[in-house]
């Protein structure tokens, strides 16, 4: 069985204290690698590196920087199927899910570093005499967690933005997916487009992540996953009064109004909560629907579901035993609750091989119960009909979280009314996951902190000084 081992500096490291813990294909429910579980001695030689290496990549000409990533995201492309086969082993997506995914990794890479060479800070006119201007710089090391769910397209949306900064960065990969990190990593590494130091993977668990955070030479931190951990991860930066990049869970909701085009919104609502298998952290999964259409919505959200679940292609597994555990005892415990089960996958559909669950939608009157307060991360939704659009409205935001938010519909009054007070960070007007790297993603409330992709994620990789020039006039 192939193991794999943290890179730094340039090359494979070998951590001395030669732990390894097991990854799985949660498509077969096997084992596939082994993956060595780094030390905090290990963090702090990927981290001298990186702050070896920033001296000169934060002061190279922005122009070359944007160069180095555009053939990065270059060679994602030359290797993509490759690197989706890789993913898909990794996180038991389908094949084509993977590849579109990739395709994303290569245009962050792309984007970033198109931003590499614009503005670089701001004249500022305090009248004669004076020469005003805030200088933006790299913060030097950037360490980036990373969560399985989408593994690639992840890492990339920070990478990328924290590289065309002009800092160096040491990533650790989620424990369930590190091994197409660490296969993308070892490409850049062989193609020589970035100096020795300048990315660096540390591989490992939640005390690999945590001795990362807290480096002291770790300038910034980009985290993207649970609000649990983020918030542990928040507590270590607060206390080092380091800046921090927080994309946490969330609990979406997906209304639907009166005047909508029923087929299209039934669609985007099935959209919302299967991709991948509902583990996606913008997933749309409590669905309000407009009594007066609440019938014909059922009908069509049965009929659609049905069909998808008799495509294999269209099944995506859960991605760790204890995770599929876990979708399993929610769904016993809306049962248990006394939940309508308005839609359950059929036994003979599901894949029996794997970690695989069934799509549920429970009809739920409001927010008090398991299904519709707790990010499940598999696909199960919460159906609920609202009369008045104030009622639904107050129902979307009773929630912790304020990730995203779905609208269907055609009434633009009811829409801008919607936009401008639901809580959430997105919100996607018919058209759920539309928008591409170019839009900033940020929940609020406890869904996160900060912004990543787009040009507000590029600016969070860097610090603004103010310089004031007294000239002898
Ligand atoms: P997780 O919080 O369990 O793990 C995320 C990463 O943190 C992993 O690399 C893990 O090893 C590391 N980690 C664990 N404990 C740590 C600690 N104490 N200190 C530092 N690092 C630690 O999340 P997950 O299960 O991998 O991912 C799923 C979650 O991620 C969901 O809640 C989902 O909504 C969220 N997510 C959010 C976004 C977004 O953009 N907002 C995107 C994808 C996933």
């Known amino acids: 069985m192939k193991s794999y081992h943290s890179l730094i500096d340039g090359q ?26 780094s030390t905090t001695e290990d963090v702090n030689v ?12 934060g002061k190279l000409r922005p122009l070359l920087r944007g160069r180095a990533l555009h053939k990065i995201s270059q060679l ?18 389908p094949p084509a899910t993977a590849i579109r995914e990739i395709a994303i990794a290569a245009e962050y890479f792309e984007f970033f570093g198109n931003l590499t060479s614009q503005s670089a800070g701001d004249l500022i006119d305090i009248g004669e005499g004076s020469h005003c201007f ?32 002009g800092n ?98 039934v669609a985007g609502c099935v959209k919302g909560f299967t991709s991948n298998a509902g583990q996606v952290c ?3 999964t409590r ?40 979708v399993l005892d929610f769904i016993s415990e809306g049962e248990k609750e006394g ?30 119960n398991c299904i519709s307060a707790n990010e499940i991360f598999g696909h199960v939704a919460a159906l609920t009909p609202y009369e008045d659009i104030e009622d639904c409205l107050e129902l979307a935001n009773d929630t912790e979280f304020g990730l995203a938010a779905g609208i269907w519909g055609n009434n633009l009054n009811q829409i801008y009314h919607l936009v401008a007070n639901l809580d959430a960070g997105q919100i996607f007007v018919n058209g759920y996951f539309a928008g591409g790297v170019e839009n900033p993603l940020g929940g609020f409330k406890e869904s996160g902190l900060g912004k990543e992709k787009g040009i507000e994620a590029y600016m969070n990789y860097q610090r603004s000084k103010n310089v004031v020039i007294s000239l002898a006039l």
């Open 168 to 265: 160096t960065v040491v990533v650790k990969p989620s424990e369930h997916t590190s091994a197409s990190t660490l296969e993308l990593v070892k490409l850049i590494f062989e193609a020589n487009i970035l100096p020795s130091g300048v990315l660096n993977v540390i591989t490992g668990a939640g005390a690999t992540g945590s001795a990362l955070a807290s480096h002291k030479d770790i300038a910034k931190v980009s985290f993207t996953g649970s609000v649990a951990t983020g918030k542990k991860v928040g507590a270590i930066c607060a206390e080092a009064v380091k800046p921090v990049t927080l994309e946490l869970g969330g609990k979406s909701p997906n209304i639907v109004l009166a005047d909508v085009d029923l087929e299209q919104a």
């Open 134 to 165: 805030n200088r933006r710089e790299p913060y030097g090391v950037v360490g980036v967690i990373t969560p399985w769910n989408l593994p690639l397209n992840q890492l990339a949306r920070s990478v990328a933005a924290a590289l065309a900064a």
């Open 339 to 368: 939940l309508n089960v308005l839609y359950k996958s059929d036994n003979a559909d599901v894949p029996q091989k794997g970690w695989y669950v069934p799509r549920v939608v429970f009809e739920v009157a409001n927010e008090r």
């Open 46 to 57: 990927a981290v001298a590196a990186a702050a070896r290496a920033s001296i000169e990549w």
């Open 282 to 284: 913008i997933a749309g």
């Open 287 to 326: 669905i309000y629907v407009h009594a007066s259409i609440y019938e014909q919505f059922k009908e069509l959200l049965v009929k659609q579901l049905k069909t998808l679940d008799q495509s294999a292609d269209n099944w995506a597994p859960i991605i760790t035993g204890q995770q599929y555990q876990k």
């Open 12 to 37: 494979e490291y070998v951590s001395p204290a030669q732990e390894f813990f097991p990854d799985f294909n949660p498509r077969l429910a096997e084992q596939t690698h082994l993956i060595a579980q």
């Open 76 to 93: 994602i492309m030359d290797h993509k199927e490759n690197l989706a086969r890789m993913e898909s082993i990794n996180t038991g997506k």
